[in-house]
């Protein structure tokens, strides 16, 4: 199937926006072309995430969508991709004919066959997950960015686990992707004049590329070229060196910031979420981020109301987040998942307004420390890379500082991509508000001597 107009939409994490550029290559390489609206495409794919039901919800609407301009359009191919295309396999084909094609996370190579097999008049479908694939000798197409932060994945598929994750039932097992492939990757972005890159797994920490560790690739990683910022996400709080902290704070390209999700506050709801760690374990790793790396920034993601919690678990997890204070959370409702373990062993059984008067609670005492922690940062002069005109005026543009957290100043004569000093005046518990100095570098700049 060659010189048709694709379009493909991307939803969930950034291993789904990473694996929609490895399937514009795949399809590009077959000669089809990408086209930016919907309503001009011959093929439509929508790449897809299940982690929570209203991610599902969302789609289901955007599927009806695409139902109204095949009626305008007989020729039109409609395929679900990634991880719902995993969950809900041939019930999209049945359900109200709205998709011709689905295919899983692992079988995207096939794309340009299944799409001749709906040519011909069948529905296709290959959700097959794989024990192997990581894609690692595709050159990922990378349409509509800035060309400034560009994301690298380095493994596919978890292990790990947790009783509310469907995750490893829609990507599979996890496996680690060569380190020559990604270091070359890292080489050519560098080449093309991209100055930040994030590596991607779903717990980039048990990279294992034949006793290539996580720490390993990141050295690699950070030789190739010292002005690329390196950036990891996501971190498991079970498998966190010492040797990957120092690493951090002693490569001046690899930032320091942290996403660590928590999940809970409580032991017993860790122990029935699977998590391998107690409140008490994950408290000392971040009294020990801090104390490796000066001025660390974390995050994490915390899940409220999982099956059973009660209101004295709830006040451990606002407890947790009162004394971390961190800089940056995901915060989320428990939403129940077929085939999960919590599925099949607890009950969903936290009415929903009691879910959302807790996370409500959360994000409040999230929002005060983050405030607190962005209001220290006034006066302070930070290394930001400019990534894009910011949304509310042409006039500025917005960037983040090395511990990533976003920064709006005006743009005078500076651009994307630029290295720049700012001086940080304003904050609020989300964004930071400065003024850029002068162009610098990551080499040249001189950071503020950060106490813990
Ligand atoms: N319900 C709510 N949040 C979930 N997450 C994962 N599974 C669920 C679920 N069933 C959250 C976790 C994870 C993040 C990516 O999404 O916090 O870290
Ligand atoms: Fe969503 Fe998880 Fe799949 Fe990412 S891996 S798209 S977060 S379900």
Redesign the pocket.
């Known amino acids: 199937m060659t010189n048709k107009k694709f379009y493909i939409e991307s939803?969930?994490?950034?291993?789904?926006f990473a694996d929609s550029e490895i399937v514009n290559s795949i399809l590009m390489e077959n000669g089809n072309d990408p086209v930016e609206q919907p309503e001009l495409a011959d093929i439509i794919l929508i790449?897809?995430?299940?982690?929570?039901d209203n991610?599902e919800t969302k789609i289901w609407n955007r599927l009806k969508f695409f139902r109204s301009i095949k009626r305008q359009n007989k020729n039109l191919t409609v395929g679900v991709l990634?991880?719902?295309a995993e969950?809900v396999r041939e019930r999209f084909l049945e359900r109200e004919k709205l998709v011709d094609l689905v295919v899983g996370?692992d079988a995207y190579r096939q794309i340009p066959q299944l799409l001749e097999e709906v040519e011909s008049g069948q529905k296709a479908v290959n959700v097959i997950l794989s024990l192997e694939v990581t894609y690692a000798d595709i050159t990922p197409v990378r349409l509509g960015g800035n060309g400034v932060s560009a994301f690298v994945s380095i493994m596919r598929g978890?292990d790990n686990m947790c009783s509310f994750?469907?995750?490893p039932f829609?990507?599979g097992r996890e496996r680690s992707r060569a380190t020559d492939s990604i270091l070359d990757e890292i080489k050519q972005l560098s080449d093309q004049g991209y100055k930040e890159v994030t590596v991607l797994g779903?717990n980039v920490n048990s990279f294992n590329d034949n006793g290539t560790r996580f720490a390993d690739l990141m050295y690699k990683a950070s030789l190739v070229d010292p002005e690329m910022r390196l950036r990891f996400s996501t971190s498991h709080p079970k498998d966190f060196p010492d040797e990957l902290l120092h690493l951090i704070n002693e490569q001046k390209n690899i930032c320091n910031y942290i996403h660590i999700p928590a999940q809970s506050g409580n032991n017993e709801v860790l122990r029935r979420m699977r998590r391998p760690y107690t409140r008490e374990q994950y408290l000392a790793l971040l009294d020990n981020m801090r104390n490796i790396i000066p001025g660390v920034t974390l995050s994490t993601d915390i899940i409220t109301g999982f099956c059973g919690e009660t209101e004295e678990e709830h006040q451990d997890t606002l407890s947790l987040m009162d004394t971390v204070k961190f800089d940056m959370a995901y915060l989320f409702s428990y939403s129940e998942r077929e085939r999960t373990l919590a599925h099949r062993k607890f009950e969903d059984d936290v009415p929903a307004d009691v879910k959302q008067r807790r996370l409500q609670e959360i994000i409040d005492v999230h929002r005060a420390g983050a405030n607190e922690r962005n209001q220290a940062e006034i006066g302070k002069r930070h290394l930001v890379l400019a990534e894009n005109f910011s949304k509310r005026s042409e006039n500025q543009l917005s960037g983040r500082t090395d511990s990533g957290k976003v920064v709006i100043f005006d743009k005078k004569s500076f651009k994307p991509g630029d290295y720049l000093e700012v001086v940080i005046n304003e904050a609020n518990s989300a964004t930071l508000f400065g003024e850029a100095l002068k162009l610098t570098s990551i080499r040249e700049f001189e950071p503020e001597l950060v106490t813990a």
Not at 11 to 16: E, I, L, R
């Open positions: 939803y969930g994490c950034a291993m789904n790449n897809t995430c299940s982690i929570r991610a990634g991880c719902m969950r996370p978890c994750c469907v995750v829609t990507r779903q």
